[in-house]
């Protein structure tokens, strides 16, 4: 008999047998195999849209935040079947998943603090963006002068 303390504890898997579990990992494989291949094809798009002449800024964000969401739902299913935390109670999940949610605020953070620094280096020392921004295609710093005339006189 089982104590009423420990009923939260208890592990209740859905599949019942071996069969139910290999054709749910053969349906996930499956799908990360089509989600991959999607991923690739929208790589490749970005990488021949980058290669144009005038690329377009937005269609490369969306197809970017298409790759983002395709990766979080492959991340999602692979912990879910594979590492078998779907099966596991809420609160082990949570012990899981919210210290994961902070470490990717903190990252966030990280990554919007050295923008801010770089922005502020950029605005406010004039010899730092001289010597690490490339010059713009077409243009020189100095043009070359032609040679002043030959005077007789000397």
Same mark, same amino acid.
């Given at each position: 008999?089982?104590?009423?303390?420990?009923?939260?504890?208890?592990?209740?898997?859905?599949?019942?047998?071996?069969?139910?579990?290999?054709?749910?990992?053969? @349906?996930?494989?499956?799908?990360? /195999? *089509?989600?991959?291949?999607?991923?690739?094809? %929208?790589?490749?798009? #970005?990488?021949? $849209?980058?290669?144009?002449?005038?690329?377009?800024?937005?269609?490369?964000?969306?197809?970017?935040?298409?790759?983002?969401?395709?990766?979080?739902? @492959?991340?999602?299913?692979?912990? /879910? *079947?594979?590492?078998?935390?779907?099966?596991? %109670?809420?609160?082990? #999940?949570?012990? $899981?998943?919210?210290?994961?949610?902070?470490?990717?605020?903190?990252?966030?953070?990280?990554?919007?603090?050295?923008?801010?620094?770089?922005?502020?280096?950029?605005?406010?020392?004039?010899?730092?963006?001289?010597?690490?921004?490339?010059?713009?295609?077409?243009?020189?710093?100095?043009?070359?002068?032609?040679?002043?005339?030959?005077?007789?006189?000397?």
């Amino acid at each position: 008999m089982q104590h009423p303390a420990f009923e939260e504890v208890t592990i209740h898997h859905e599949h019942a047998d071996d069969g139910t579990f290999y054709k749910k990992v053969k @349906k996930t494989t499956l799908l990360l /195999s *089509v989600i991959t291949v999607i991923e690739l094809v %929208i790589g490749l798009a #970005i990488y021949n $849209i980058h290669k144009g002449e005038n690329p377009n800024e937005f269609l490369i964000l969306a197809f970017k935040g298409m790759v983002c969401i395709l990766t979080l739902a @492959k991340a999602y299913y692979i912990v /879910s *079947v594979f590492m078998h935390l779907g099966d596991e %109670i809420r609160n082990m #999940i949570m012990t $899981i998943v919210v210290p994961l949610l902070l470490f990717i605020w903190f990252i966030a953070a990280f990554i919007w603090d050295g923008n801010s620094y770089k922005n502020l280096r950029n605005t406010y020392d004039k010899h730092f963006q001289e010597s690490t921004m490339p010059a713009k295609h077409g243009t020189h710093k100095e043009e070359a002068k032609p040679a002043a005339p030959a005077s007789g006189k000397e």
